[in-house]
């Protein structure tokens, strides 16, 4: 199954986008790392995963997640990016 993906850059960082507001791709701490690699996978030093908010009032649900596929609690270079996709959408 081919996952489709944005690559957005945001102060010398780079990332892998994947929304995965309509379908859920259930990507794998593996998976996560071979998508980052740069010589093999599209390469980024975070990848970060849109799901449908849980919460009131929330827009989306952000996870990040470094390039050997650890989870990160946050990322403001990322989170950046991320506001601005939302910000397109409206």
Not at 39 to 64: E, K, M, S, T
Request: charged fraction near 25%; hydrophobic fraction near 40%.
């Amino acid at each position: 199954m081919r996952t489709p993906f944005l690559k957005m850059h945001g102060l010398g960082n780079d990332f892998i986008i994947i929304d995965e507001r309509p379908v859920r791709y259930d990507l794998t701490p593996a998976r996560i790392a071979a998508l980052s690699d740069r010589h093999r996978g599209i390469g980024c030093d975070q990848l970060v995963l849109l799901r449908p908010a849980c919460a009131p009032g929330a827009d989306v649900f952000v996870r990040f997640f470094n390039a050997d596929g650890s989870e990160a609690g946050a990322c403001g270079n990322a989170s950046r990016c991320v506001a601005r996709l939302l910000a397109d959408e409206t």
